[in-house]
């Protein structure tokens, strides 16, 4: 069975503090919008990393790909949204 974007969400959440999520998708490919103080003074490979841990081997089984935009608060303060 495949996820919602309502699961990932959650997946996300349960192994990461957040600040705002946004998760869409049709199943196999997602796009989220991640906001987390986690992500403060980490590089961008750094940030998608904490989020693949969160995930853990749910990306190998359940997620085919996700495309991810990831925040520190101050950063989504400031962004266009």
Do not use: N
Request: glycine content about 8%.
């Amino acid at each position: 069975m495949l996820p919602t974007p309502e699961q990932v969400r959650q997946y996300i959440l349960d192994g990461l503090p957040c600040d705002h999520i946004e998760v869409q998708g049709d199943g196999s490919h997602f796009e989220a919008v991640i906001v987390s103080p986690a992500f403060e003074g980490k590089r961008l490979i750094a940030r998608h990393q904490l989020v693949y841990g969160a995930l853990g081997d749910r990306m190998k089984a359940e997620i085919h790909a996700l495309s991810m935009r990831t925040l520190t608060p101050a950063e989504y303060s400031q962004a266009d949204r």
